[in-house]
């Protein structure tokens, strides 16, 4: 099964990711006020649907954003990433 | 004819009450098809099914939705429950009590579904933090929100109608009243449901500092607007504690308060505001409004109430024990407001037949009518939203499983207020 790969654009943000349990865990570090507002967008796009548990999203200082993704919601989560410019590529590997 | 009438009445009655406990057809569409059933079958004209529907009750709820809806907006309930998870430095059993409580408060004075609805992601939020099931957080709210919302006139529909039919009846007079017994109900309960949950609640010192690093302050969205709500809603509250001094109904207030802060938050909310009011549980209080009025007019509601003093003896001991209980099992099985609706002219043509004093009765029905819809999944709108939402989390409370914990509850918060009436009113 191919394995989706991103690429974070470097300037805007950086990014960890890591498995705990079932889910993915995404530590997010803006770097600048408009990367940090992009990510507050997304975090309102994933609040705003009807599903509470699909990609939460918690702030932390320095413009830094813990998401915790099931993983049925991890190839969306990177979708919207990516339709929000923060990430340069997206591809199947 | 009077009788023909009557049974008509009382077939309507019986056939929209069944349709209502089926489920099979939204509630609202059954109660109006039933009201309109009234007028159409000449059991009572529009004017009187008109004269029989409490305005005041639809305005108090339309109003407070409003406020409620608006506040939400803010973040204002997120920042609240991480704020208080924090302060219990992230401990999941005193997170609990902590959840519990800002869900027992916010359903004494907001519409009960709408605190579980604001309380429930923040509580998936939480303890997928902490890395614990919600399970206990989840049935704790639902029990705490039916329990909290019996402490006011305006948390719970049962209580908005006792309290919008019987004018001598105050916000006041509804808190000193019924606080004291929903605040010595909170202690047992929550006591029991720590002893039940104590092994599910642990978490190691690392995962409580994942709670300890979140900000809170990120969650508030729109802060000028959130002063704004925070102030209008105060100054409603204190106008629901000044209402009956004051001469107007709690209505006046609710409404004055919505559209004030529609004033104050700018006309782009009104929209928005207006959508989100529940229209059909206005529409399905006016249905029960002539449903009932048919009852009422054709004598069936007093006969009843002959009947229920045949069987006390007219002695009120026993007539509000009976309605408590009776209040109670009923409302574990069946929607609390149709009944709650059938039962205010029942109490109050008790009243006129010779029970001198009503207030311990009127107690009764707002304590079983209330503390009843934790007896099972159905009993309470709140149960059934929050069932609804963790099932599609993935999470799934059966009716089984909620009732092991909700009716064993329901019988102790129940026992609880039998003690209160009787210490209180009947001795």
């Known amino acids: 099964m191919k394995k989706l790969c991103y690429e974070v654009i470097h300037s805007l943000m950086t990014l960890e990711e890591k498995k705990n349990n079932k889910d993915i865990e995404f530590t997010i570090k803006a770097k600048n006020g408009e990367a940090f507002e992009l990510l507050h967008k997304i975090r309102n796009f994933f609040e705003s649907d009807k599903i509470y548990t ?38 199947w590997v | 004819m009077a009788n023909e009438e009557a049974i008509i009445a009382i077939g309507i009655f019986l056939i929209t009450y069944a349709f209502i406990i089926s489920e099979k057809i939204h509630r609202t569409i059954v109660a109006m098809i039933g009201g309109v059933l009234m007028v159409l079958f000449g059991v009572v004209d529009q004017e009187t099914a008109l004269h029989h529907i409490d305005f005041n009750t639809l305005g108090l709820l339309t109003g407070m939705m409003i406020i409620v809806t608006i506040t939400a907006e803010t973040g204002l309930f997120k920042f609240i429950a991480i704020w208080a998870a924090k302060k219990v430095k992230g401990h999941p059993m005193a997170i609990l009590i902590v959840l519990s409580l800002i869900t027992a408060v916010g359903s004494a004075f907001l519409d009960n ?17 902490l890395g614990i099931t919600p399970m206990p957080f989840l049935i704790s709210e639902i029990l705490m929100s039916n329990i909290g919302g019996t402490a006011t006139m305006i948390g719970d529909p049962p209580n908005i109608m006792i309290g919008s039919a019987v004018k001598e009846l105050s916000f006041m007079d509804f808190i000193t009243n019924l606080a004291p017994v929903i605040i010595i109900t909170i202690v047992v309960v929550m006591l029991v449901l720590t002893l039940i949950y104590r092994k599910h609640l642990y978490t190691d010192d690392k995962t409580r500092k994942r709670i300890m690093d979140l900000n809170e302050k990120d969650e508030i969205t729109d802060k000028p607007l959130m002063i704004k ?10 106008g629901f504690f000044l209402h009956q001094a004051m001469g107007v109904e709690s209505a006046t207030i609710a409404l004055a308060g919505a559209f004030l802060l529609l004033l104050l938050s700018g006309e782009h909310y009104l929209e928005g505001a207006l959508s989100k009011v529940e229209w059909t549980t206005i529409f399905f209080f006016v249905g029960l409004f002539v ?10 509601i007093e006969r009843f109430a002959v009947y229920a003093i045949d069987i006390t003896g007219g002695n009120v001991t026993a007539s509000s024990i009976l309605i408590l209980w009776m209040s109670a099992i009923a409302s574990a099985f069946v929607d609390n407001i149709p009944y709650v609706a059938t039962m205010i002219p029942l109490v109050q043509q008790m009243g006129e037949l010779g029970i001198n004093n009503l207030e311990p009765l009127w107690w009764s029905l707002a304590l079983g009518a209330c503390l009843g819809g934790n007896g099972t999944l159905i009993g309470a709108s709140a149960n059934v939203i929050v069932s609804g939402l963790a099932g599609k989390e993935g999470y799934r409370i059966s009716f089984l499983k909620f009732m092991a914990i909700g009716l064993p509850i329901m019988f102790i918060t129940v026992a609880i207020s039998t003690v209160y009436i009787y210490l209180r009113y009947l001795i």
């Open chain 2, 291 to 300: 449903l009932v009025s048919g009852l009422v007019e054709t004598g069936v």
């Open chain 2, 229 to 238: 709500a925070i102030t209008v809603m105060g100054l409603t509250i204190l």
């Open chain 1, 54 to 91: 699909d990609v939460l999203f918690y702030t932390q200082k320095e413009q830094t954003y813990q998401v915790i993704c099931r993983p049925d919601s991890y190839v969306p989560f990177i979708l919207v990433l990516f339709q929000y410019q923060l990430l340069e590529r997206v591809e």
């Open chain 2, 113 to 129: 579904v709408t605190t579980v609805l604001l309380m429930v992601p923040v509580t998936f939020s939480i303890t997928r933090r």
